[in-house]
């Protein structure tokens, strides 16, 4: 009578956390079909899907990205799969003892039932160096199958034994499209979200909620349940979430940005040409609309590794090495403290000196396209294969045999002899190229008896922008 009434007691626990829990909690999904997101490690017929399929986990695994990207929600969904024993604790209220608790139990199951035990640990990362290392030899043996799941990089805080034993899963930002069928399935869901209720959810606030959220499930679910409860219906006994009700609910207003529409581009253009333009103060209000918009760090980063290249050059190497190590470094440690480095990127890009001396590339492939191709000298051609039978390569000197590391010898087709593509700015660093530049190509001209010369203009932007095309469509 006890048991039954236990049965009675959870079974009703259980129904009343189905219509009670967070809209979060109630809409985590439950099976592999459910799961949105995370196409990269979970997508048809990728190894981790078909180990999970299978209920065969080819070793621990440690599952690493932002919060609200899936990581609990994944573990759950592979103990729904598992005939394992699934067991979860949390690295943040659990110590040595309860994890020796999950062992002793662990092992006398395995070895009175032969049953094995899957240990989800969730903040894995929170555990010491001593609790991690009394983890350590039953993930060795098998008698435990760990999923670590962990908001900070596990090369830096987990201990590297147990990382070798694992296999490290990066879980991503869910994208609009993901966020989108999330809130969709929870509006639609009569049993779990709010299906059974009449409500209508205006297209700027969908969209404000999924761009406030910046790929966080969890973040924008709550922010749709607080926008659904906090609404009285209307006349009609609709609810209805607006604008000004989805800024309230995710306590931030909507900035006119839309990161597939005029302003996206809009905004990204103003920052990238305040940058250009040497004017800090104007690219970090540009840059904090766009990051308080919700878009993406990578986007700007990789723009800003763009201008780094075209607009600075060779006016100031570094830039592209600021810029890339930037990216680098917001890849280790994400928001909010990867704006630093964005920051920082943005200001040294702004400061520096500017050259845009790098699209003389375009003129070389413009001159390139309208000649047709024009074959390699003689002694510029590749002597390892065929030196003795066509002689190629004969004639070529080496240059560190000189004591400048200079000798005036022939490098372009015969032809184009005296044809200069690039033209050094004399800003920063380049202004040491000038003159070395110069003395170089006087002494060619001298030694190869070329009289003639001509400098070929910088295109226009229109025709750097159809060879950037080319180039992408190739």
């Known amino acids: 009578m006890g048991s039954m009434a236990k049965d009675l007691f959870d079974h009703a626990h259980e129904q009343r956390m189905k219509t009670e829990a967070p809209l979060a909690a109630r809409m985590r999904p439950r099976t592999l079909e459910e799961y949105v997101g995370?196409?990269?490690?979970?997508?048809?017929?990728?190894?981790?899907?078909?180990?999970?399929?299978?209920?065969?986990?080819?070793?621990?695994?440690?599952?690493?990205?932002?919060?609200?990207?899936?990581?609990?929600?994944?573990?759950?969904?592979?103990?729904?799969?598992?005939?394992?024993?699934?067991?979860?604790?949390?690295?943040?209220?659990?110590?040595?003892?309860?994890?020796?608790?999950?062992?002793?139990?662990?092992?006398?199951r395995r070895k009175l039932y032969g049953v094995s035990t899957t240990l989800f640990v969730d903040e894995v990362h929170r555990w010491n160096k001593a609790q991690q290392d009394g983890l350590l030899p039953h993930v060795e043996n098998g008698t435990i199958t760990l999923i670590g799941a962990t908001t900070e990089n596990p090369y830096f805080d987990v201990i590297g034994a147990l990382v070798s034993r694992s296999r490290v899963f990066q879980l991503q930002f869910l994208n609009n499209d993901n966020m989108r069928r999330i809130l969709e399935s929870a509006l639609h869901d009569p049993e779990r979200g709010f299906g059974e209720r009449k409500i209508r959810l205006d297209e700027d606030a969908l969209a404000h909620i999924i761009l406030v959220a910046t790929g966080d499930a969890r973040n924008a679910l709550n922010a749709l349940?607080?926008?659904?409860?906090?609404?009285?219906?209307?006349?009609?006994?609709?609810?209805?979430?607006?604008?000004?009700?989805?800024?309230?609910?995710?306590?931030?207003?909507?900035?006119?940005?839309?990161?597939?529409?005029?302003?996206?581009?809009?905004?990204?253009?103003?920052?990238?040409?305040?940058?250009?333009?040497?004017?800090?103060?104007?690219?970090?209000y540009w840059l904090a609309k766009m990051l308080y918009a919700g878009e993406d760090p990578r986007f700007i980063l990789r723009r800003l590794i763009i201008l780094a290249g075209e607009d600075i050059g060779l006016a100031d190497p570094m830039g592209l090495v600021v810029a890339n190590s930037a990216a680098q470094a917001f890849e280790f440690i994400g928001l909010p403290e990867g704006i630093f480095p964005i920051v920082e990127a943005t200001l040294y890009l702004s400061t520096a000196p500017k050259s845009n001396s790098a699209l003389a590339y375009f003129s070389a492939f413009q001159l390139l396209e309208e000649q047709g191709k024009i074959s390699v000298p003689q002694h510029l051609k590749d002597g390892n294969r065929d030196a003795a039978a066509l002689g190629h390569g004969k004639g070529y000197q080496y240059p560190h045999e000189k004591p400048d590391h200079f000798l005036p010898q022939q490098y372009l087709p015969k032809p184009l002899l005296g044809t200069y593509f690039y033209k050094p700015s004399v800003q920063g660093y380049e202004t040491q190229v000038v003159d070395r530049l110069a003395r170089w190509r006087e002494a060619q001209r001298a030694a190869l008896g070329v009289t003639e010369t001509r400098e070929l203009p910088t295109l226009p932007e229109a025709a750097v922008d159809e060879i950037k095309r080319k180039h992408k469509a190739s």
Do not use: M
């Open 38 to 108: 995370q196409e990269h490690i979970l997508g048809p017929g990728k190894l981790l899907r078909r180990a999970i399929e299978a209920d065969k986990l080819f070793s621990s695994i440690l599952l690493w990205g932002p919060p609200g990207t899936g990581k609990t929600t994944l573990a759950q969904v592979i103990a729904n799969h598992t005939k394992s024993n699934f067991t979860t604790l949390s690295a943040v209220l659990a110590g040595k003892a309860e994890l020796r608790e999950v062992i002793d139990a662990a092992l006398e």
């Open 225 to 284: 349940e607080l926008a659904v409860e906090s609404t009285p219906p209307g006349e009609d006994g609709a609810i209805h979430v607006t604008l000004d009700v989805a800024q309230e609910s995710i306590q931030r207003r909507a900035v006119l940005y839309d990161k597939d529409g005029d302003a996206h581009y809009d905004t990204i253009s103003a920052f990238i040409k305040s940058v250009r333009g040497s004017d800090p103060d104007a690219a970090l």
